[in-house]
């Protein structure tokens, strides 16, 4: 069960048709990837029978909008640290509760700072090809099979296209 709160790297393969992308899930699988590390996404038209499936909240790509929402609120915590400094500077002018401000803005700007540094690729990148009846397959592995997975898909099936690299965990069906 703590597989399910653990990060892993997902990497995003666009693959032309069903029977490209069941070739790769196979593969895979006899690789050592479990079938419920693997996704695949596609426009309502085309039939997945056979291919893992996604939940819902992979499909509206809501990791998305989670990391929207914690960039938000990192932006709105360091705006009103930096607003309470000002009032207090302004108001009482040194005092103790300046560094307060102080630690929070440096705690939101070196969080700012990590978020900036992490590739992450998103859903809503994908979206052309998927209406073009493109199928996209999101694997995710540990961090060090990462570059393992990425040479076998690429060698093994040049059809797949590389779409990129994000991160990802099971927790809440994300």
């Not at 991160?167 to 069906?173: C, D, E, I, L, V």
Request: glycine residues 8%; contains cysteine.
């Amino acid at each position: 069960m703590l597989w399910v709160f653990a990060m892993y790297r997902r990497l995003y393969f666009l693959l032309p048709d069903r029977e490209h992308t069941l070739a790769v899930v196979n593969d895979l699988v006899s690789n050592g990837v479990h079938e419920d590390h693997i996704h695949a996404v596609a426009d309502q038209r085309v039939d997945l029978p056979g291919l893992p499936n996604t939940t819902t909240r992979q499909k509206q790509d809501t990791g998305r909008r989670v990391e929207k929402l914690l960039w938000n609120a990192n932006l709105a915590a360091f705006s009103l640290a930096l607003g309470s400094f000002i009032t207090l500077i302004i108001l009482y002018g040194l005092t103790g509760w300046l560094l307060l401000c102080i630690a929070v803005m440096v705690a939101t700007f070196m969080a700012g700072l990590g978020f900036t540094h992490v590739p992450n690729t998103h859903l809503g990148e994908f979206h052309d090809a998927i209406a073009h009846g493109e199928i996209l397959l999101m694997i995710d592995v540990e961090e060090a099979r990462v570059t393992a997975i990425e040479d076998r898909v690429h060698h093994h099936h040049p059809e797949a296209a590389v779409g990129g690299v994000g991160w990802g965990t099971a927790a809440f069906g994300l």
